[in-house]
């Protein structure tokens, strides 16, 4: 939602590195983008609507500016929105990340105090506040304190002043990570891979916290406006896994590593695979949250929960978690799923579960990020950056991890480690050059349909919700996902010669209802088309999935969904890494 990218040196020009940065972050947001340079005391700005990536830039002198690619929230999506907005002398220019909750009645105070606003955004409050601070003859270090705690809501973002030639951060609540170099260079993002390819030494930027940026680095607690010392780590990312190197779409790429990421996934501290077992096994009450596909994952658990370890947990969309809020106690475990670690809904349920008392477990991939720092337990999925905005090897780790906690549970992690070895190797034989031409050609027969539906039963129905936002995500075709038995309650009314309704099976007890809920549509006209390890007589077209323990069918039966999904996305002519209206790291509510 929104990427910002920073830049200070001693003596390079910061708009090559500033353009190459943003480029890294437009899975954030690629409604529009813009730049602001500082060269010799002049603020020189550039806005455009549109991808960065397909739009031609004029190079601006300076060797410090900020950068922004914008998923609008307040205003239409238009140059005059775009970041960085600047205040009434043209001196001051802000990039931001966020929403401000407030907004209305700062901005209603800003124009009867005689400022001009000239967009419609949340953002250029900021920056004439920064100079209303700056008129009361502050720093611009006190001023960003004071309108760090003048806003609410959660909020990040980078000012740069032509007047005291400063650039400062301020972060609370979007992620701003520092990439820190020799001493001659900083660079400052919304995510690490903007910079991976010059450092790997970074400092996170804590909630409440500001960033004077240049050659010595220098922090405060925005609250107290005391200075804090912050710690500089090293991260084990590669700067290749963030590029595409072959490939030609990120989603294609991140699909094919999943004969690695399996693997990666497994690598768990043992210890704390059985401390947080023994938590769940004596919680008094376990919930799974997440948003969007990882919330699918949270279903998913439910299933290989109660399979595995003969245990209910409670699954529950992150933005619905305050109605369960009352069943909160010091013993509950609060199990968040999240590619980003970032997602706002989920991190303003993990608060909620804090308040209460809870402990907190998260599943994540990307390290150093805010639901890490505030979890008493991590585990990191290890995928490496996901970048397109459809996450793929993200959610096949993420279940990974589930199955490894749920045999955890019942002290059997070697056979969790037995079922996600004999997949990976399955995985990766499947993945081969016949099987992708094979589902580009059923991709071919389904790509002009207006409907695609997608059933399955047991642990393969969440499976089937899973299938249908992967579908809508990058064909933009009408795709829903149910239960096999509730098809004839209601959507069965859809059903026409010739829609697509793909079934889900696995070789487990509802194979045979499973196939008997795809004969009741494909009498009434459907086409279907069957993913699993046997070919069926039912089947229009069969799409061979192998066949693995029960609970990893849904990896299983997953993989070819994202690979059918990529295809037609591709055969309608669309960006499959960056769908119309989506950000990959949603940070507002
Ligand atoms: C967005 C992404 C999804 C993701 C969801 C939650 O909608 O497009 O792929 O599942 O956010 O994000 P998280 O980073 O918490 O997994």
């Known amino acids: 939602m929104c990427g910002i990218v920073g830049y200070w ?27 602001a340079t500082l060269n010799n005391r002049d603020l020189m700005t550039e806005r455009k609507v549109g ?32 970041h960085p907005h600047k205040d009434c002398s043209g001196k001051i220019a802000v990039v931001h990340n966020g929403i401000i909750e407030n907004f209305k009645e700062l901005r209603d105070y800003l124009e009867k105090t005689g400022h001009t606003l000239r967009s419609e955004t949340d953002t250029e409050i900021l920056a004439h506040l920064l100079e209303e601070g700056l008129k009361k003859g502050m720093s611009l270090k006190e001023s960003v304190i004071r309108i760090s705690n003048l806003v ?12 005291t030639g400063e650039m400062i951060a301020s972060r609370n609540g979007s992620p701003l990570i520092l990439g820190i170099t020799n001493g001659k260079e900083v660079f400052i993002a919304s995510d690490i891979p903007a910079f991976l390819d010059k450092t790997k030494k970074v ?50 790429k991140e699909i094919m590593e999943q004969k690695e990421t399996l693997i990666s996934a497994m690598n768990q501290n043992k210890e704390h695979l059985i401390e947080v077992a023994k938590r769940i096994n004596g919680a008094k009450g376990v919930f799974f949250i997440g948003c969007g596909t990882a919330a699918r994952v949270c279903h998913i658990a439910e299933y290989v929960f109660s399979k595995v370890a003969n245990k209910h947990i409670n699954y529950i969309t992150a933005s619905e978690f305050e109605n369960y809020e009352h069943f909160l106690l010091p013993e509950t475990l609060v199990i968040a799923v999240s590619q980003s670690g970032e997602t706002a809904d989920v991190l303003d349920a993990l608060n909620i579960a804090k308040r209460k008392g ?20 991590t585990f990191p999925i290890n995928a490496g950056p996901e970048k397109a905005v459809a996450s793929t090897k993200a959610t096949t780790s993420q279940i990974a991890v589930v199955i490894l906690l749920a ?55 969440p499976l089937a919700i899973e299938s249908a936002i ?30 697509p309704v793909i079934a889900l099976i696995a070789e487990d007890k509802t194979k045979e ?52 999904s990529y295809n037609i996305g591709i055969l309608r002519g669309y960006n499959v890494d960056y769908p119309r209206n989506l950000a990959k790291s949603v940070t507002v509510r």
Request: net charge negative; with cysteine; glycine share 8%.
């Open 51 to 82: 991808k960065i990536s397909d739009t031609q830039c004029e190079r601006l002198p300076g060797n410090m500016g900020i950068g922004h690619t914008r998923w609008a929230t307040h205003g239409k999506v238009n140059e005059i929105n775009s």
């Open 470 to 499: 992967k579908l809508m995500e990058v064909s933009y075709i009408h795709a829903q996902g149910f239960a096999g038995g509730e098809l004839k309650h209601g959507p069965i009314a859809l059903i026409e010669k010739g829609t």
């Open 203 to 252: 400092t996170y930027l804590d909630d409440g916290q500001i960033c004077c940026i240049g050659e010595h680095l220098e922090f405060y607690d925005f609250k107290t406006g005391n200075q804090v010392q912050k710690r500089v780590i090293e991260i084990d990312w590669k700067a290749e896994e963030a590029e595409l190197g072959d490939y030609k779409h990120f989603m294609l």
């Open 407 to 461: 045999y955890a549970c019942i002290e059997n992690i070697k056979e969790a480690d037995r079922i996600l070895l004999d997949l990976s190797g399955k995985v990766n034989d499947m993945l081969n050059p016949r099987y992708e031409a094979h589902i580009g050609y059923v991709a071919k027969q389904v790509y002009k349909n207006k409907d695609i539906f997608i059933i399955g039963r047991g642990i393969n129905y």
């Open 152 to 163: 609410r809501g959660r909020n990040s973002f980078v000012a740069l002043s032509s007047d």
């Open 358 to 377: 809870c402990k907190i477990i998260s599943i994540l991939n990307n390290p150093g990020s805010s639901m890490e720092r505030i979890s008493d337990y």
């Open 9 to 35: 040196s001693e003596t390079e020009n910061a708009f090559d590195i500033l353009l190459n940065s943003l480029k890294k972050l437009e899975y954030r947001g690629y409604d529009s983008f813009g730049f």
């Open 513 to 564: 209802e499973i196939l008997s809920n795809a004969m009741e549509v494909k009498s009434r006209g459907a086409i279907i088309i069957g993913v699993s390890p046997e070919k069926n007589e039912i089947f229009d077209y069969w799409i061979k999935t192998p066949k693995v323990d029960e609970v990893a069918s849904v990896i299983a039966n997953l993989i070819p969904i994202q690979l059918l």
